[in-house]
Nanobody, 122 residues
Framework: QVQLVESGGGLVQAGGSLRLSCAAS????????MGWFRQTPGKEREFVAK????????LYADSVKGRFTISRDNAKNTLFLQMTSLRPEDTAVYFC???????????????WGQGTQVTVSL
C-alpha cells in the first residue's frame, strides 16, 4: 500500500526558508500526480503545488508562485517542497498527497501523509 511520510517542518522567521520532504513507498509513481496541501484551524485544506511524477511538470497556487518550488527525486521516491520568502500566512500543517488523476482538489487525492507543522513568525 502507498505510504507517504513528511518531514522538515519547523519554526522560521518571516523571509526565511524551509525545505519539506515526503518519502513515498508502496508503488511506482510514474502514473501519479504528487501534491502539497496545507491546512490551518477553521479553514479548508488548500492546494499549494503539484508535480506530474513522470514528466516533472509543475503547477502552483497563485499565493506561492515565485516563492515555492516542488520537485522530486525519482531514484529516492522522494517529493520536496522548497519554500523561500516565507510569510506568517504560510503558517499551516503541510501535507504530502498522491493522486492517480490530475487536479488540485484535495478530495481527488487518494493517499496522504501525516502532516508536518510549518510556523512562520514575525
Amino acid at each position: 500500500q502507498v505510504q507517504l511520510v513528511e518531514s522538515g517542518g519547523g519554526l522560521v522567521q518571516a523571509g526565511g526558508s524551509l525545505r519539506l520532504s515526503c518519502a513515498a513507498s508502496g508503488s511506482t509513481f510514474g502514473g501519479y500526480s504528487m501534491g502539497w496541501f496545507r491546512q490551518t484551524p477553521g479553514k479548508e485544506r488548500e492546494f499549494v503545488a503539484k508535480v506530474w511524477w513522470s514528466s516533472g511538470n509543475t503547477l502552483y497556487a497563485d499565493s506561492v508562485k515565485g516563492r515555492f518550488t516542488i520537485s522530486r527525486d525519482n531514484a529516492k521516491n522522494t517529493l520536496f517542497l522548497q519554500m523561500t520568502s516565507l510569510r506568517p500566512e504560510d503558517t499551516a500543517v503541510y501535507f504530502c498527497a498522491a493522486s492517480i488523476i490530475s487536479g488540485t482538489n484535495a478530495k481527488n487525492y487518494d493517499y496522504w501523509g501525516q502532516g508536518t507543522q510549518v510556523t512562520v513568525s514575525l
